[in-house]
T-cell receptor
Framework: EAQVTQNPRYLITVTGKKLTVTCSQN?????MSWYRQDPGLGLRQIYYSMNVEVTDKGDVPEGYKVSRKEKRNFPLILESPSPNQTSLYFC?????????????FGPGTRLTVL | GQNIDQPTEMTATEGAIVQINCTYQTSGFNGLFWYQQHAGEAPTFLSYNVLDGLEEKGRFSSFLSRSKGYSYLLLKELQMKDSASYLCAVRLTDSWGKFQFGAGTQVVVTP
């Protein structure tokens, strides 16, 4: 089944404890992206990747890191999480970044930072 | 700066038509997408416009006017399962990979 998977789905952690949220897609998509979703603010883009080893900042990159060492995986790293990073996180992928290319979203990761 | 506006909530009756407006002010425009998001689920793609005009897809249609910075999503013959949040998203010209989303419009369909 073609899909985007994220792990973990739910995570409660404490301030300052490094964590990684994994994202993987099995559709051979070139483009991948991370978003956070907060009430009243909608989806905000954190980082995106146009292809392997190519990453760029979205609108809210502070406090996050990403890497794209292989096509299928795009992990999101929080080196020192803070309570303001409590949010619902979505990973998405599309075949290419340009033109008509819909994004397929993962199921989401609900993160709480205490 | 960038700004994408949508109404917060709309209510309509089963079988009726609802139009969700989206206005945008961005430094560069390179396509507009509509996504549907049911509560507790991931967004799913509905439609895409890059040229002015109407795109029709079954019960859903989307319209774009680039000169006015305006789009709408039209949902016809509303069904209970259409109760969801509808997200307007603009792709920016400074990068094919950069997107900005509106806050979403919650549509409530009543019997």
């Amino acid at each position: 089944e073609a899909q985007v998977t994220q792990n973990p789905r739910y995570l409660i952690t404490v301030t300052g404890k490094k964590l990684t949220v994994t994202c993987s897609q099995n559709m051979n998509h070139e483009y991948m992206s991370w978003y956070r979703q907060d009430p009243g603010l909608g989806l905000r883009q954190i980082y995106y990747s146009m292809n392997v080893e190519v990453t760029d900042k979205g609108d809210v990159p502070e406090g996050y890191k990403v890497s794209r060492k292989e096509k299928r995986n795009f992990p999101l790293i929080l080196e020192s999480p803070s309570p303001n990073q409590t949010s619902l996180y979505f990973c998405a992928s599309s075949l290419l970044a340009g033109d008509y290319n819909e994004q397929f979203f993962g199921p989401g990761t609900r993160l709480t930072v205490l | 700066g960038q700004n994408i506006d949508q109404p917060t909530e709309m209510t309509a009756t089963e079988g009726a038509i609802v139009q969700i407006n989206c206005t945008y002010q961005t430094s560069g425009f390179n396509g507009l997408f509509w996504y549907q998001q049911h509560a507790g689920e991931a967004p799913t793609f509905l439609s895409y416009n890059v040229l002015d005009g109407l795109e029709e897809k079954g019960r859903f249609s989307s319209f774009l006017s680039r000169s006015k910075g305006y789009s709408y999503l039209l949902l016809k013959e509303l069904q209970m399962k259409d109760s969801a949040s509808y997200l307007c998203a603009v792709r920016l010209t400074d990068s094919w990979g950069k997107f900005q989303f509106g806050a979403g419009t919650q549509v409530v369909v009543t019997p």
